[in-house]
Nanobody, 114 residues
Framework: QVQPVESGGGLVQAGGSLRLSCAASGTIFSIRTMGWYRQAPGKQRELVTHITPGGRTNYTDSVKGRFTISRDNARNTVYLQMNSLKPEDTAVYYC????????WGQGTQVTVSS
């Protein structure tokens, strides 16, 4: 069973950057597509980006050109580099497998002030 643990969130001004990390225990991490999801207040959780075991990536339109997902299979870790942050990026960010998810972690709060 994979249990993700997210970290790296915080409060940042619009235009700033943050780097999120997700450590996922479990030996099958390296063979699963992994994604970053987010849930803003009052909204449903949405998929932001995902990365295949081989490194192919996909991004939702709202973050293209600003966010970069990467992974280190040897460390069972997924990263999300977020640049040019906007107030609408404010949300709790989660990582999990895609499309079939495991148990959700606690997530990490990202707050972007205007």
């Amino acid at each position: 069973q994979v249990q993700p643990v997210e970290s790296g969130g915080g409060l940042v001004q619009a235009g700033g950057s943050l780097r999120l990390s997700c450590a996922a225990s479990g030996t099958i991490f390296s063979i699963r597509t992994m994604g970053w999801y987010r849930q803003a207040p009052g909204k449903q959780r949405e998929l932001v980006t995902h990365i295949t075991p081989g490194g192919r990536t996909n991004y939702t339109d709202s973050v293209k050109g600003r966010f970069t997902i990467s992974r280190d299979n040897a460390r069972n870790t997924v990263y999300l580099q977020m640049n040019s942050l906007k107030p609408e990026d404010t949300a709790v960010y989660y990582c999990n497998a895609f499309p079939d998810v495991y148990s959700w972690g606690q997530g990490t709060q990202v707050t972007v002030s205007s």
